[in-house]
């Protein structure tokens, strides 16, 4: 869990920005819209410490295809919900990121961070694609990974991972328990639960 709110953290601090023009669908366009936004992020943050929720809200959705996401951490389950399950747990998995994003607005913006952009290595056209990163913060080194797809023109990202521990793999294997023992709207309403601090 402690790695896990340091790959949060460090996905926040280097993904939360004002909006870029970089909108192209080729592999150097998704490692262009990485660099652009950690150039604007801790600017945003800054500015506007006093909200961190509004800011995340902001500027996180327009960069995370969430669909995606919520498919691959609840997985197989995901075929047995509902049309309005499925809808319910997207914006309930949404909340929480943005939540969890918001809360480590105030931490990122006194952080000093650097970053390293390695090579893009994906072919011409590929639809998909991992842009890699070597972060220097606090004195330590960390991998971090963004893995994008190409949605309706533009870049989203779907997953990220710090050292090797990826976030949608982390949520997984924790809400593949819960509906185990809770099904699909046990899984809902312990989500919204933590979004409401309970």
Known sequence: ???????????????IGQSVSAQGTEPADAKALIEATTNQVLAAIQENAEDPLSVAQEHVLPHFDFVAMSRLVVGKNWKSATKAQKKEFVQ???????RTYA???IEAAKSDVSVEYLPVRAKEGAKRVKVQTLVKYNGNTVKLDYSLRTKKGSWKVWDVSAGGVSLVTNYRAEFQKIFKE???DGLIETVNAKNSGE
Not at 1 to 15: A, C, D, E, N, V
Not at 92 to 98: E, H
């Open 1 to 15: 869990m402690k790695l896990f709110k340091y790959t949060t953290f460090l996905f926040l601090t280097l993904f």
């Open 92 to 98: 309930a998995f949404r909340d929480l990121l943005i």
């Open 103 to 105: 809360n480590t607005l």
């Open 182 to 184: 809770k099904g699909m």
